[in-house]
T-cell receptor
Framework: GQQVMQIPQYQHVQEGEDFTTYCNSSTTLSNIQWYKQRPGGHPVFLIQLVKSGEVKKQKRLTFQFGEAKKNSSLHITATQTTDVGTYFC????????WGAGTKLIIKP | NAGVTQTPKFRVLKTGQSMTLLCAQD?????MYWYRQDPGMGLRLIHY???????AKGEVPDGYNVSRLKKQNFLLGLESAAPSQTSVYFC?????????????FGPGTRLLVL
């Protein structure tokens, strides 16, 4: 079935560095959602994008939906320890179809 | 307003034992879902329900059964547990399907099958 590929699987950064995760599909998506899961926690909804080329910001987080609606990205500026966790993209097609997630790890 | 709650939080089973996981939501959501998440992996949909009295299979339904007798509750049953079912199980709910479908998750049930 239709899938979304999410890369990278892991990203190690120094605190204060930026972080980006990408979500790609071979077909046009009606929407894209982003969730965050803290270690040991459950996924929590962050945002939904529905329009071609849409860009939304939440403080240090910037979410983009591609012009062709086949890809999306989440960029975190100047990471903090509170950003640690796994970030998932998902799109709804009767059910939510999930990417595999990108784990943000902050180097000690 | 508790949102989505799950019981139990943690359980250890022996192979062949049965158990039921309970999910409850107080948001009057129509849609409810059961996922499993294995270490370092994403979420895989087991079963879902689009309303009271209805259920449907997801991506990995084998070995599980579900029931939605009341709108607010969604039960996941394991009739004969296997070690491969060791996982974290998340329940979620949403208002509806489609472009506005945001899912709200419970805290999870950690299941270990020996």
């Amino acid at each position: 079935g239709q899938q979304v590929m999410q890369i990278p699987q892991y990203q190690h950064v120094q605190e204060g560095e930026d972080f980006t995760t990408y979500c790609n599909s071979s077909t046009t998506l009606s929407n894209i959602q982003w969730y965050k899961q803290r270690p040991g926690g459950h996924p929590v909804f962050l945002i939904q994008l529905v329009k071609s080329g849409e860009v939304k910001k939440q403080k240090r987080l910037t979410f983009q939906f591609g012009e062709a609606k086949k890809n999306s990205s989440l960029h975190i500026t100047a990471t903090q320890t509170t950003d640690v966790g796994t970030y998932f993209c998902a799109y709804s097609n009767y059910q939510l179809i999930w990417g595999a997630g990108t784990k943000l790890i902050i180097k000690p | 307003n508790a949102g989505v709650t799950q019981t139990p939080k943690f359980r250890v089973l022996k192979t062949g034992q049965s158990m039921t996981l309970l999910c409850a939501q107080d948001m009057n959501h129509e849609y409810m879902y059961w996922y499993r998440q294995d270490p370092g992996m994403g979420l895989r949909l087991i079963h879902y329900s689009v309303g009271e009295g209805t259920t449907a299979k997801g991506e990995v339904p084998d070995g599980y059964n579900v029931s939605r007798l009341k709108k607010q509750n969604f039960l996941l049953g394991l009739e004969s547990a296997a070690p491969s079912q060791t996982s974290v199980y998340f329940c979620a709910s949403s208002y509806s399907v489609g472009n506005q479908e945001t899912q709200y998750f419970g805290p999870g049930t950690r299941l270990l099958v020996l």
